[in-house]
């Protein structure tokens, strides 16, 4: 949206220059270049915006691509660190798994115990 809206901007500037710069937005690409790059905050240095629209646009890109790239980092960080709370419930699902299973099996031998001392005395 953003390179869309550079290229009809800057367009008409370049189209009414005498001596047309090194760098034109005649073509999409250039513009999403130019986006591309202003997003990343990396800049280039043939490649500027020349009317006061295309560089408010241009500032208002930058701005969000380093909001964008903020975000990016923000869902990394937390994704990294949900996978160590994942480790610590799965610790916990194991070890109450574990006492569950001892539990039971706790059980399942009263219950034998019981049924032959029932059997031994002839209690059936």
Same mark, same amino acid.
């Given at each position: =949206?953003?390179?869309?809206?550079?290229?009809?901007?800057?367009?008409?500037?370049?189209?009414?220059?005498?001596?047309?710069?090194?760098?034109?937005?005649?073509? =999409? $690409? $250039? %513009?999403?270049?130019?986006?591309?790059? *202003? =997003?990343? *905050? &990396?800049?280039?240095?043939?490649? &500027? %915006? $020349?009317?006061?629209?295309?560089? %408010?646009? %241009? &500032?208002?890109?930058?701005?969000?691509?380093?909001?964008?790239?903020?975000? @990016?980092?923000?869902?990394?960080?937390?994704?990294?660190?949900?996978? *160590?709370?994942?480790?610590?419930?799965?610790?916990?699902?194991?070890?109450?798994?574990?006492?569950?299973?001892?539990?039971?099996? $706790? @059980? *399942?031998?009263?219950?034998?115990?019981?049924?032959?001392?029932?059997?031994?005395?002839?209690?059936?």
């Amino acid at each position: =949206m953003d390179a869309y809206i550079i290229r009809i901007w800057e367009r008409p500037y370049f189209e009414l220059a005498f001596d047309p710069p090194y760098y034109e937005f005649q073509e =999409m $690409s $250039s %513009a999403i270049w130019y986006t591309i790059i *202003s =997003m990343t *905050s &990396v800049g280039y240095g043939n490649i &500027v %915006a $020349s009317t006061h629209i295309g560089r %408010a646009c %241009a &500032v208002f890109t930058i701005i969000n691509g380093a909001f964008l790239l903020a975000l @990016l980092v923000g869902l990394i960080i937390d994704w990294f660190k949900l996978d *160590s709370h994942k480790k610590e419930t799965l610790q916990k699902i194991s070890e109450e798994r574990l006492a569950a299973n001892f539990i039971k099996t $706790s @059980l *399942s031998y009263n219950i034998l115990k019981q049924k032959r001392t029932r059997y031994l005395r002839g209690e059936q």
